[in-house]
């Protein structure tokens, strides 16, 4: 027993000893035990903690992964969503340069690419000059019709006053057709009773005859009168087919107006201009290359305005409400939780959809059930946000 007695005090370690407590098994008589035999009630606890915290550890996340499901509809078919599209051509024509680089963010208005021209100016320069010159045609063209206008009034003017003077000689020279042919007749009376001479009587009749004959000439004068009045009637109204033709003109002033506008909107076309302040996501056409009227140039993500686009499994759909709060993560960037709202709920499912308008996540390529897309506004979302990042998404359930 001595010997038991010794090798149990060599198993103590000294109380001076600062280092921590060990047991070292060391050969012992048979029949009395070993060593290890008395260190093994020492380790049972410290087994059991830990087996405690490593329960712990698995079961508390399990745990809260459960509630959270209970609370949340969750989906991982998610992604960030901005308003992208893509600007094409109005006309027809080759691409001479691109003025913008993917990724470069522009503002609105600002060229980004540019279209062959050369033929557009040049039918622009054919219009402005056609133009020019039915303008000074217009122009011309007015001032003659005044000018013609005021002569043909002083003719006309002058046609009536000689018309009148005429009409006034035609009487004159009638009333002294008929003294002449009176006095004529009276001479010719008194010639027949022997108290005028013959030489008398022919005197009075070559007068009364030089009266009819004045008389003639007057009528005839205020015919020529008249027929110059009525040649300057003539004449005005003839004017007004020729002012007429102003309107003529002015109608081809508008259409040489309206061939250089379409050939300046043509050339305006030729520059393919940003919508609206954004980013150039993708340069679809080179320099050199042609395009078609509507064809795609440039994918352009118009605007900062991004949000979240879910697809929800038909199960989950009567849980969710407009203005239901969700929690966001995406994994471009760990750590980091987003809030918004639900504002939109798709009315049809994916299968009433083309499938390209449905993203697929990562790990599924194949669905057995419909799905719903949903909406979510964010709440001051990040600058760096991009559309077409995958996203994880959880949106509190409705309460019912």
């Not at 440039?298 to 969700?326: M, N, T």
Request: charged share 25%.
């Amino acid at each position: 027993m001595a010997t038991a007695d010794a090798s149990s005090k060599a198993l103590r370690p000294r109380r001076t000893d600062l280092r921590p407590r060990e047991f070292i098994a060391v050969p012992v008589p048979s029949g009395e035990g070993t060593g290890l035999a008395q260190a093994s009630p020492r380790r049972r606890p410290i087994a059991w903690m830990i087996a405690c915290a490593v329960f712990v550890l698995v079961a508390a996340p399990i745990g809260l992964w459960v509630h959270y499901q209970s609370d949340y509809v969750m989906s991982r078919n998610a992604m960030v969503r901005g308003q992208l599209a893509q600007i094409g051509a109005r006309l027809q024509g080759v691409v001479t340069s691109i003025e913008a680089e993917e990724g470069e963010r522009v503002s609105a208005g600002q060229i980004l690419a540019r279209l062959e021209d050369r033929h557009i100016r040049a039918d622009a320069q054919q219009a402005q000059a056609e133009l020019e010159g039915l303008k000074r045609e217009l122009e011309v063209e007015r001032a003659a019709i005044i000018h013609e206008e005021q002569r043909l009034e002083n003719r006309l003017g002058e046609a009536t006053a000689n018309l009148n003077a005429a009409a006034a000689s035609v009487e004159a020279a009638q009333s002294r057709a008929e003294d002449a042919r009176a006095f004529h007749e009276t001479r010719r009376s008194l010639h027949g009773s022997g108290f005028v001479s013959g030489e008398a009587v022919r005197d009075a009749q070559a007068k009364s005859m030089t009266a009819n004959a004045l008389t003639k000439e007057a009528r005839a004068q205020r015919e020529a009168a008249r027929a110059a009045a009525n040649r300057a009637r003539l004449d005005a109204a003839g004017l007004a087919i020729r002012k007429q033709r102003i309107g003529v003109l002015e109608a081809g002033v508008m259409r040489a107006e309206a061939r250089l506008a379409a050939a300046q909107a043509n050339l305006e076309a030729t520059l393919i201009r940003a919508p609206a302040d954004g980013a150039v996501v993708r340069r679809i056409v080179e320099p050199g290359g042609s395009v078609d009227i509507g064809s795609p140039i440039l994918a352009f993500w118009i605007g900062k305005d991004v949000w979240v686009e879910a697809w929800l499994d038909e199960d989950d759909i009567g849980d969710v409400k407009i203005g239901s709060a969700a929690r966001v993560t995406l994994q471009s960037f760990p750590g980091r939780e987003l809030h918004g709202t639900v504002d939109k709920i798709g009315l049809t499912t994916d299968y009433e959809m083309p499938a390209s308008e449905v993203p697929q996540p990562r790990s599924e390529r194949m669905r057995g059930a419909p799905v719903v897309g949903v909406s979510i506004r964010l709440e001051n979302p990040p600058r760096e946000l991009l559309p077409g990042l995958s996203a994880v998404v959880g949106i509190r359930r409705a309460q019912s």
